[in-house]
């Protein structure tokens, strides 16, 4: 069974950036859709970013594209989020996914992980 365990979330300024990681356990890491979701308070979670393991196509929430990197080491098991020039607006608890199912789904569904971490808070302060 997979697990996910996120860090290195914290407070950081507007305009700062911070670099989430992801470690997943298993042999078969590689073989597995990854994403980032995000949860702020009084909000539904919602798709930040996504990684296809076939081909390594990645997919974006369109508020954070050109700030947000997401990628992969297959070798280390391990799935990060660089985030820069962050905005209170992305303030938020985020969470790693991983999709160990196929599933009839988009990549940036919630419905397409059935394996979930911790999450990490991020805040970003104004």
């Known amino acids: 069974q997979v697990q996910l365990v996120e860090s290195g979330g914290g407070l950081v300024q507007a305009g700062g950036s911070l670099r989430l990681s992801c470690a997943a356990s298993?042999?078969?890491?590689?073989?597995?859709?990854m994403g980032w979701f995000r949860q702020a308070p009084g909000k539904e979670r919602e798709f930040v970013a996504g990684i296809r393991w076939s081909d390594g196509n990645t997919y974006y929430k369109n508020s954070v594209k050109g700030r947000f990197t997401v990628s992969r080491d297959n070798a280390e098991n391990t799935l990060t989020l660089q985030m820069d020039s962050l905005k209170p607006e992305d303030t938020a608890v985020y969470y790693c996914?991983?999709?160990?199912?196929?599933?009839?789904?988009?990549?940036?569904?919630?419905?397409?992980?059935?394996?979930w971490g911790q999450g990490t808070q991020v805040t970003v302060s104004s």
């Open positions: 298993g042999r078969t890491f590689s073989m597995y859709n």
């Open positions: 996914a991983a999709a160990t199912t196929a599933r009839i789904v988009g990549i940036t569904s919630q419905a397409a992980y059935d394996t």
